[in-house]
């Protein structure tokens, strides 16, 4: 089992940042891939950004690149997102997930193995 908590949503003001943090705790959580998801009121959820489990290839939504960036520390089990240069069109729940397939993380928004509760992120115009 593994467990996701996210952290460090807020509101923003557009051109913010934020850094948002996902523990994962769990004897193997270091062995899984982590991506981000969100999902805005009304909409559907979408990939944002997913890293390996060792940490050497990352992928983004094309919408995020060159704003995002997706990291992990493995000793600290955790994982970040950091989000600059943010759009009122980024408000949305961001949650993290984690799977032992990179790919599914990258290609799938459901059937992926553990999920976080979310963290609200709102940016204001």
């Known amino acids: 089992q593994v467990q996701l908590v996210e952290s460090g949503g807020g509101l923003v003001q557009s051109g913010g940042s934020l850094r948002l943090s996902c523990a994962a705790s769990?004897?193997?959580?270091?062995?899984?891939?982590v991506g981000w998801f969100r999902q805005a009121p009304g909409k559907e959820r979408e990939f944002v950004a997913a890293i390996t489990f060792g940490g050497s290839t990352t992928h983004y939504t094309d919408s995020v690149k060159g704003r995002f960036t997706i990291s992990r520390n493995s000793a600290k089990n955790t994982v970040y997102l950091q989000l600059n240069s943010l759009k009122p069109e980024d408000t949305a729940v961001y949650y993290c997930?984690?799977?032992?397939?990179?790919?599914?993380?990258?290609?799938?928004?459901?059937?992926?193995?553990?999920w976080g509760q979310g963290t609200q992120v709102t940016v204001s115009s």
């Open positions: 997930a984690a799977d032992r397939n990179f790919a599914v993380v990258v290609t799938r928004t459901s059937g992926i193995t553990y």
């Open positions: 769990g004897r193997t959580a270091s062995a899984y891939a």
